[in-house]
């Protein structure tokens, strides 16, 4: 069994020279990002009683899943995380590896599906982040993820919830009206939601702690969290 959906991988793989373009395709994610790195951060350091200091992550044993071209991975090793990323495209490792080598960031980046690592290996914290609504089996994909989080560990899942109004906006909004991601970029069916999520991870002995909207202001151009969970969520579990 794989969790890796081929036509979702060289649909990103098409576009993996735009990565780190903060005016190209990944447009959206770049103004994602810092809403995302505040949420894990602060999250980890509360559930790890960890001291606000420089690199606040030293010493966290950090996997990124679904990585793309390291948008996460950096910012994350920058606060002193010990990061492996993989991704199920070879285009995608090859720009990241390409962009933190440039950077002097020391980040373990692999071609991979989670249910290809070797579980032996475990994490404090594994990021889901952006990449259940892509792969093939979402059931699979989790349980994969599970195995490879230490106990006690966290497990971030972000993704778009299954609502006419993610349909609205996430799909006929962000692709066809505003052109903010490339058509076809998601597909509704996709969409999972939080109920759900929390029921496929609860099977796998890791448990919801807090689901969190993410909504996106116009006024400002910033995301921001919020208890909108309509259409953008973001969910931190614990394994037990």
């Known amino acids: 069994m794989s969790s890796i959906n081929s036509k979702e991988i060289e649909k990103f793989s098409k576009i993996a020279e735009e990565w780190w373009d903060p005016d190209g395709k990944f447009k959206p994610l770049h103004k994602f990002n810092p809403i995302r790195i505040s949420y894990i951060k602060e999250n980890i350091i509360k559930t790890f009683k960890i001291k606000q200091k420089k690199t606040p992550l030293n010493k966290v044993k950090l996997l990124d899943i679904g990585c793309g071209g390291g948008l996460l991975s950096e910012p994350m090793c920058r606060l002193g995380a010990q990061v492996t990323a993989i991704d199920a495209s070879e285009k995608n490792i090859t720009v990241a590896r390409i962009h933190a080598k440039k950077n002097n960031l020391k980040i373990n980046y692999i071609c991979s599906s989670p249910e290809k690592l070797n579980s032996n290996k475990k994490f404090d914290v594994i990021l889901n982040m952006e990449i259940v609504e892509h792969v093939e089996n979402i059931d ?54 939080p109920d759900e999520l929390i029921s496929l991870l609860k099977k796998n002995d890791i448990h919801v702690k807090k689901v969190d909207g993410m909504k996106f202001n116009l006024m400002t151009d910033k995301w921001y969290i919020s208890d909108d969970k309509s259409i953008n969520y973001i969910a931190k579990f614990i394994k037990n």
Request: proline letters at 2%; a positive charge.
């Open 140 to 193: 699979f994909f989790l349980k994969s993820c599970s195995k490879l989080l230490k106990k006690n560990g966290i497990m971030f899942v972000a993704t778009l919830n299954k609502t006419l109004k993610s349909y609205i906006f996430a799909i006929v909004g962000a692709e066809y009206i505003l052109r903010w991601l490339p058509i076809g970029t998601h597909e509704w069916e996709k969409f999972v939601k």
